[in-house]
C-alpha cells in the first residue's frame, strides 16, 4: 500500500472514531492505528492544515492532545456542504480517482465512487463531459509499483508505439507475454484498462491495468484506425447481455450486498429479502464464475447450473486440502 493510500485511510479513520467517542487515549489510538505515539503526534499535526487555502490550523478540523487524550472538534463550517468553483470540482474528482479502486483502497473503494459520483452529477453538464474527457486521456497515478507500468503505457498511446507486456492470466493463473498496439486507456467502475490491438492474436484485447507486470517500448509504431473511440469499444466490450444461451444465477450474501450492487447494473441484480443478492448473468466463461465467486471467501455462492456448483465445491475442497 503507498504512503498516500495509507495516510488516508489513518485519517479517515481517526476523525470520526475521536469525535464520536468524545475523546480517546493517546495509547490506545495509536494502538488502534498500529503505530506509535510519535507517528500519531505526527498525523495529528498533518490534520491541523487541512483545508482549503486559504485557510488557518483548525479552521476545519480542530484536534489537539489534552490530559494523554486526543480531541476532535468540528467547527461549524462543516455543517453544511463546502462550494467549489468548477476548477476545484475537476480537480478533486480527477484526484479521487486514485483512491476509487479496489486494488488501493479495498471495500472502501465503494464509498469513495459514491463520492466521487454525487461530485460529478453535480457538475453542469457541459463540465460533466469535460470531466470524462480529461478522465480517458490522464490518470492520477500513484507512487506505488505499478507507476513506471502506467507511465509506458501512457508513453505508448501517446507516441503510437508498439509494447511488449507481461500480464496476468487470471483464469490460468499464469503470466504470459504479447506484443500489442495500444491505442487508448479507460477508467470504468474503478478500475483501468489498455484496449489494444494484439499482434499475436490479431485482434482487439483488453486488458486490466492492475494484471500488467511489465510493459517495454518497443521500436516500432502503427497507425490508430480512423475514428477508434476507446470508451465505447471498453463498454460494449465489458457489458454483459440481458439474455443468453446459458443462465447463471449467483447469490451473494448481505455483508457484499453492497459492494456488489456498485460493481454491476441493476439489469443484473434482484434484491432478496435478508438483504442479499441474487445476480443472473449469460454466456459467461465457467472460469469467470468461478474466480469471481471464490474471491468473496464464502460470501457468495452459484445458485444455477448445478454441475458448475458442484465444481466449485470440489476445486474448493481441494485448495482447503492442500493446506
Given at each position: 500500500m503507498s504512503e498516500l493510500v495509507h495516510r488516508l485511510k489513518t485519517l479517515l479513520f481517526l476523525v470520526p472514531f475521536v469525535y464520536r467517542h468524545r475523546g480517546v487515549p493517546v495509547v490506545e489510538l495509536a494502538r488502534r492505528l498500529g503505530m506509535d505515539e510519535k507517528e500519531l503526534t505526527k498525523e495529528i499535526d498533518f490534520l491541523l492544515m487541512v483545508g482549503r487555502p486559504p485557510f488557518q490550523p483548525n479552521d476545519m478540523i480542530d484536534i489537539y492532545v489534552e490530559?494523554?487524550?486526543v480531541f476532535v472538534d468540528l467547527p461549524q463550517a462543516l455543517d453544511k456542504p463546502p462550494s467549489f468553483t468548477l476548477s476545484e470540482s475537476l480537480a478533486l474528482a480527477s484526484a479521487a480517482q486514485l483512491f476509487a479502486g479496489e486494488e488501493t483502497m479495498g471495500k472502501a473503494?465503494?464509498?469513495v465512487r459514491m463520492a466521487l459520483n454525487k461530485v460529478v452529477e453535480s457538475l453542469p453538464e457541459e463540465s460533466r463531459a469535460l470531466f470524462e474527457e480529461?478522465?480517458?486521456r490522464y490518470l492520477v497515478l500513484s507512487g506505488d509499483a505499478l507507476t513506471p507500468v502506467l507511465s509506458s503505457l501512457r508513453?505508448?498511446?501517446d507516441a503510437r508505439q508498439e509494447v511488449r507486456i507481461s500480464h496476468h492470466v487470471a483464469d490460468r493463473d499464469e503470466l504470459r507475454e504479447r506484443v500489442v498496439q495500444p491505442y487508448g486507456l479507460h477508467h470504468r467502475a474503478g478500475a483501468w484498462y489498455l484496449v489494444a490491438f494484439c499482434t499475436d492474436r490479431e485482434d482487439m484485447r483488453i486488458f486490466r491495468l492492475s494484471r500488467i507486470r511489465s510493459a517495454k517500448l518497443l521500436d516500432r509504431i502503427f497507425d490508430l484506425p480512423a475514428n477508434f473511440d476507446t470508451a465505447s469499444f471498453v463498454e460494449k466490450r465489458l457489458t454483459l447481455p440481458i439474455r443468453g444461451q446459458q443462465k447463471i444465477r449467483l447469490r451473494f450474501e448481505p455483508e457484499v450486498?453492497?459492494?456488489v450492487s456498485e460493481r454491476w447494473d441493476e439489469r443484473y441484480l434482484e434484491p432478496c429479502t435478508d438483504g442479499g443478492l441474487i445476480a443472473s448473468l449469460h454466456d459467461v466463461s465457467d472460469e469467470f464464475v468461478l474466480t469471481y465467486v471464490a474471491s468473496f471467501a464464502g460470501r457468495a455462492s452459484i445458485l444455477e447450473p448445478a454441475d458448475l456448483a458442484g465444481r466449485l465445491a470440489t476445486e474448493a475442497k481441494a485448495a482447503l486440502d492442500s493446506y
Open positions: 490530559g494523554s487524550r473503494a465503494v464509498a480529461l478522465a480517458e508513453e505508448a498511446v450486498a453492497r459492494w
